[in-house]
């Protein structure tokens, strides 16, 4: 899919007005009747029709606004999992090669080479033995290796449920009410909640839950939400589903919404 307000060349707030002369411009430049032998403007022509098909709809513009927005965001979580990756080095090990021919010592050898050929032996089979069946420690080194010690405004976690220090808490209106559940997580999470606006997604807020808990997000008004979750144990993100509210402010019928992670 592409991004139609590249294809029309205007910026994604722009008007009504602008977009329909940005297409009739476009269409006089490349219009088949005027390039009859150049089948890259016919194919221009469909990607500009196209793309005033949905930019000149309110319903399909706004629908194509939350993909790029949605496409935005998933382009920062992606960095952010990069900037956190972790690849423990490990020092190759060499293990025995079983089709090596064997040498056949002579009785008479000398008896402190039986002994060298034996500590050998021992040594590669413990290696063996702790690539097959690692040590209980091990997993839990590669787990803090990778384990997120603060959130990405390097401020501490909160020893609860709670907002995490340095992040703004934006637009309070409504009393809609986002109830996150971690209840089926074995790890902490750091999670923010964004919000579509203007075109663009915000986070309006950033919080800290335990493994295992919950957390309240009060003073929700109408609007487009994506919740971004953050595991502490591994660092890997998740995204949830599209969160729409809609007429709860004019009606003053709000509700109390759960998010299960």
Do not use: C
């Not at 297409?23 to 022509?45: C, E």
């Not at 050898?109 to 039986?114: G, L, Q």
């Not at 405004?153 to 986002?178: C, E, I, M, T």
Request: glycine share 4%; no cysteine; hydrophobic share 40%.
């Amino acid at each position: 899919m592409q991004n139609y307000y590249d294809v029309l060349n205007v910026a994604p707030g722009a008007s009504e007005e602008v977009i329909r002369a940005a297409y009739r411009a476009l269409s006089q430049k490349y219009h088949p009747d005027r390039n009859p032998h150049n089948p890259q403007a016919h194919q221009r022509m469909t990607e500009i029709n196209q793309a005033y098909a949905v930019l000149s709809d309110p319903e399909k513009r706004h629908h194509h606004d939350i993909w790029i927005a949605r496409q935005a965001l998933q382009a920062h979580v992606s960095s952010e999992l990069l900037a956190r990756k972790q690849t423990p080095f490990a020092p190759p090990v060499h293990l025995p090669n079983y089709q090596d021919p064997m040498i056949t010592l002579n009785e008479r050898s000398h008896i402190w080479i039986w002994f060298i050929g034996a500590a050998i032996l021992m040594v590669m089979g413990m290696v063996w033995w702790r690539l097959l069946y690692p040590a209980p420690g091990s997993k839990q080194v590669k787990e803090e290796s990778t384990r997120v010690v603060t959130a990405p405004n390097h401020h501490k976690f909160p020893l609860k449920a709670a907002y995490v220090s340095g992040y703004p808490v934006l637009r309070q209106r409504g009393d809609n009410r986002l109830l996150v559940d971690a209840s089926s997580l074995q790890s902490p999470v750091f999670a923010q909640l964004y919000e579509l606006y203007d075109g663009k997604l915000t986070a309006i807020r950033s919080f800290y839950i335990p493994a295992g808990d919950t957390f309240i997000i009060s003073k929700i008004g109408d609007g487009e939400f994506s919740l971004h979750y953050q595991r502490i144990n591994d660092g890997k993100w998740a995204v949830s589903d599209w969160i729409q509210i809609k007429n709860t402010e004019p009606s003053r019928k709000y509700q109390d919404i759960d998010i299960r992670l």
